[in-house]
């Protein structure tokens, strides 16, 4: 048996629990790699610049230090970061900062579609993705309203909407990929957990970081289908 049968036996194998999704379509695989590379370069530049956009947070808004949290961290790492976050006025570093989380969006969300196409979901998996992805859609338009644009508070609205669905709509999709096999299982645990990890960060620095486990989540699924698409390549 080739590597490609392989391959296409293992993703399409039905489980106890449910049927799989049908053979994927053809990913092209410099695609897929490009898609994972730019994912993994984005998911490593939003985790730590999130921190800058988070301090840069605090000087703007001092009460963000009334949290136990907040203020056991967030001074210390002003003072040693004080260079680049005192260049300007508080505000003004602030929205600059938070324009990072845009193109950290737009990378996680190529690496959702990578996986959905490579995954060719159908019935109610389906409309699962596609809640998922839509929802991304919607988040990733909020994130340029609200730092690209003067209307900020319209957008931060339409940010929390998209995360409440993105959390939500997370657990059913996270849960039906995991009993149908999907690989790897780090991408759908990520997506069951989406709420608490919401809950949890925002308590410890700025709502952006809730977008870690979308951002890694998807770079491993990304390079998941990077690997497959690579094999099969040299395969056929």
Not at 46 to 72: F, I, K, M, N, Y
Request: glycine letters at 8%; proline letters at 8%.
């Amino acid at each position: 048996m080739s590597d490609r049968t392989m391959i296409a036996a293992r993703d399409t194998a039905p489980v106890a629990n449910g049927p799989a999704a049908p053979p994927a379509p053809h990913v092209a695989s410099r695609t897929a790699r490009l898609i994972a590379v730019i994912a993994w370069v984005m998911a490593a530049f939003g985790t730590v610049a999130g921190q800058l956009h988070a301090l840069s947070r605090v000087a703007a808004h001092p009460e963000d230090l009334e949290s136990p949290v907040v203020a056991a961290w967030a001074p210390p790492a002003i003072d040693v970061l004080r260079p680049i976050l005192d260049w300007g006025d508080p505000t003004l570093v602030y929205w600059t900062y938070g324009k990072i989380w845009l193109p950290v969006a737009l990378a996680f969300v190529a690496a959702a579609i990578l996986a959905y196409r490579a995954r060719g979901p159908v019935g109610a998996e389906r409309v699962l993705w596609l809640v998922q992805l839509g929802a991304y859609g919607v988040l990733a338009l909020a994130l340029a309203g609200d730092y690209y644009t003067p209307w900020t508070d319209t957008f931060f609205l339409v940010g929390l909407a998209a995360f409440l669905v993105i959390g939500v709509g997370g657990i059913p999709l996270g849960i039906v990929l995991l009993r149908r096999g999907f690989r790897p299982r780090t991408t759908a645990w990520l997506l069951v957990v989406m709420i608490p990890w919401f809950v949890v960060v925002t308590e410890v620095t700025s709502m952006g970081s809730a977008m870690l486990p979308l951002m890694w989540g998807w770079a491993v699924a990304a390079e998941s289908v990077a690997r497959r698409a690579a094999g099969a390549a040299v395969a056929a």
